[in-house]
């Protein structure tokens, strides 16, 4: 019932930004928390942002926090993903991400079993 796809990944040099987007299909992305994750070759999915449920509270990893920030547009119904400053230990494959139970307004899920739809996911790549 629910479709997640992400999109706006590619190749950037290091200090350079990207914009991701997460584009749903079957479900009001503000009902959901949501989040954001990657996973590097040969390692393991890694938190890397999420909100709340509809009044939005943000969380970050600390390794993102200041350069990564997590936002909603409500109208066209997508989660999006600021990529400031990046650095090539950001090169990864991110991933976003729907919550269906509800924990409040006020929970942020950070931990990859809390999500019950993913996308596809989208490379990105920071060259030194």
Same mark, same amino acid.
């Given at each position: 019932?629910?479709? #997640?796809?992400?999109? @706006?990944?590619?190749?950037?040099?290091? @200090?350079?930004?990207?914009?991701? +987007?997460?584009?749903?299909?079957?479900? *009001?992305?503000? +009902?959901? *928390?949501?989040? =954001?994750?990657? !996973?590097?070759? @040969?390692?393991?999915?890694?938190?890397?942002?999420?909100?709340? %449920?509809?009044?939005?509270? &943000?969380?970050?990893? $600390?390794? /993102?926090? @200041?350069?990564?920030?997590?936002?909603?547009?409500?109208?066209?119904? &997508?989660?999006? #993903?600021?990529?400031?400053?990046?650095?090539?230990? $950001? &090169?990864?494959?991110?991933?976003?991400? %729907?919550?269906?139970?509800?924990?409040? /307004?006020?929970?942020?899920?950070?931990?990859?079993?809390?999500?019950? =739809? =993913?996308? !596809?996911?989208? !490379?990105?790549?920071? +060259?030194?």
């Amino acid at each position: 019932q629910v479709q #997640l796809v992400e999109s @706006g990944g590619g190749l950037v040099q290091a @200090g350079g930004s990207l914009r991701l +987007s997460c584009a749903a299909s079957g479900r *009001a992305l503000i +009902s959901s *928390a949501m989040g =954001w994750f990657r !996973q590097a070759p @040969g390692k393991e999915r890694e938190f890397v942002a999420a909100m709340s %449920a509809t009044v939005s509270f &943000t969380s970050y990893a $600390d390794s /993102v926090k @200041g350069r990564f920030t997590i936002s909603r547009d409500n109208a066209a119904n &997508t989660v999006d #993903l600021q990529l400031n400053s990046l650095k090539p230990e $950001d &090169t990864a494959v991110y991933y976003c991400a %729907a919550r269906g139970r509800s924990g409040g /307004v006020f929970y942020i899920p950070k931990g990859d079993n809390e999500y019950d =739809w =993913w996308g !596809q996911g989208t !490379q990105v790549t920071v +060259s030194s």
